[in-house]
Nanobody, 124 residues
């Protein structure tokens, strides 16, 4: 069982940066693949970035590649996403999710545990 809590969301201007954190409970955190998803109003939840527990392999959606960086600190049971050069289209509720899969999957059905989400708003 893993419980996830996101933090770090807020309001930022276009071109600004935010760092989201996902804190997890559970002794087996280091064996979960963790990903970030986001959901804008009226849209489907979409994959943003993920980090595998095997070799910390990372994977990004094309829309954030080069702007977002995902990382994890197993000693702190945490995963982070550094978001730079933010755009209004990045506005959404951001969720972290945990999966027992080794690979980073982009489909939300592959994930077993979800946080409650944190709001990111990018003003133009």
């Amino acid at each position: 069982q893993v419980q996830l809590v996101e933090s770090g969301g807020g309001l930022v201007q276009t071109g600004g940066s935010l760092r989201l954190s996902c804190a997890a409970s559970g002794r087996t955190f280091s064996t979960y693949t963790i990903s970030w998803f986001r959901q804008a109003p009226g849209k489907e939840r979409e994959f943003v970035a993920g980090i595998s527990w095997i070799a910390n392999s990372t994977y990004y959606a094309d829309s954030v590649k080069g702007r977002f960086t995902i990382s994890r600190d197993n000693a702190k049971n945490s995963v982070y996403v550094q978001m730079n050069s933010l755009k209004p289209e990045d506005t959404a509720v951001y969720y972290c999710a945990a999966s027992i899969q080794i690979l980073v999957y982009t489909t939300k059905e592959r994930y077993d545990y979800w946080g409650q989400g944190t709001q990111v708003t990018v003003s133009s």
